[in-house]
């Protein structure tokens, strides 16, 4: 039962989709996709291009399933 439990609320943690993130000066692209993996525990993550480190922009985060798409 315990493991059911687990697993169910792993499963509830999780994001799947598309993510549109203010990406500030002075971080790369690899900075926020770095960020992201560790807030959301998954290495199933991408980003929808890249920016310079000096602009300030929405960068597209793909994430587990949304990285398929």
Do not use: C, W, Y
């Not at 989709?17 to 960020?35: C, L, R």
């Amino acid at each position: 039962m315990t493991r059911v439990v687990t697993h169910e609320l792993e499963r509830a943690n999780q994001m799947d989709g598309i993510i549109n993130i203010k990406k500030e000066a002075g971080m790369t692209s690899h900075d926020v996709v770095f960020k992201l993996r560790k807030i959301l525990g998954t290495k199933k993550i991408g980003h929808g291009g890249t920016l310079d480190p000096d602009v300030v922009g929405v960068i597209p985060i793909a994430v587990v399933q949304g990285a398929r798409f």
